[in-house]
């Protein structure tokens, strides 16, 4: 079994929003050299979350809406007592910091309106790392 681990630096604009980075995990798939196997991705910080979906601009859109109704900022979370970011980090262990996707003749098993996407969830942020690690054959 091959292994190919690759690290992606990206920077946020904002304190919440949805970066699409596919490319990065097919480029990572292609530098691998690896046909069959599977893909993880994983973001190492607490306050962000990888998710599969469609990258369409109102569906982003709502990913962020979802998280402000369902874990909303600003409602006593006891970690704002030392930070103003609770629901940042209680998102990202809703949602999860990692992803899995099997690879197939070297190509991402995802269908057709599918994309891997980095939701940020406390930034701006200059450096924010996504590790992509490739397994297999």
């Excluded at 699409?20 to 050299?33: C, D, F, L, P, R």
């Amino acid at each position: 079994m091959k292994v190919y681990m690759k690290e992606v630096i990206l920077s946020t604009k904002k304190r919440m929003e949805v970066i699409k980075i596919t490319e990065h995990v097919n480029q990572a798939v292609k530098e691998s050299g690896i046909s069959d196997g599977v893909v993880i991705v994983h973001a190492p910080h607490a306050t962000v979350a990888i998710l599969i979906n469609e990258f369409e601009p109102r569906l982003t859109e709502d990913y962020v809406e979802w998280v402000r109704k369902y874990v909303p900022v600003g409602v006593g979370w006891k970690h704002d007592e030392i930070d103003d970011n609770a629901y940042a980090h209680i998102a990202s262990a809703i949602i999860g910091p990692s992803r899995i996707i099997p690879l197939s003749r070297g190509r991402l098993l995802l269908g057709t309106w599918q994309d891997i996407m980095l939701l940020e969830l406390d930034g701006p942020r200059s450096m924010r790392r996504i590790v992509i690690q490739v397994m297999g054959n």
